[in-house]
């Protein structure tokens, strides 16, 4: 029997193939409901629900099928009996965003819980480092 660590990274792995396929059933299945998503673009409050989670998809697809990448280079997870979180860092951009700045990957941070039996995740967090040297300099003076 897989441990709660395999099962969720199992789970990980095939939504971040689905989403590299633009597969949204599979995107969507393993997701709470009453899911909390704060994403690289707006809104800056984010998203709540799984419809509002759903209307993130298909401007992100569009943009895959121009020939960008997402892909799990790192992924980590931490579980409980109930809960668990989850990080990872992906490749997540164009080979001219890759050739321009072959270091920058995207962060994700996944909070899971237990619902029927089953491990859902309840909230997800995108982010990439601020890469604007002038705005970096301003944050760190």
Known sequence: ???????????????????HVRDMDTVLADHADD????????????????DAYRETWPPFFEWLATGAVFKIESLDVVAGDDVAFAYALLRCGTEKEFSDNPDNRLRLTLGLRREGGR????HEHHSFPLTDASTASAQDG
């Open 1 to 19: 029997m897989p441990t709660h660590e395999e099962e969720i990274r199992t789970l990980i792995e095939r939504w971040a193939e689905a989403v």
């Open 35 to 50: 899911i909390v998503m704060f994403d690289v673009p707006p809104p800056y409050q984010g998203v709540r629900g799984l």
């Open 119 to 122: 491990w859902v995740v309840a």
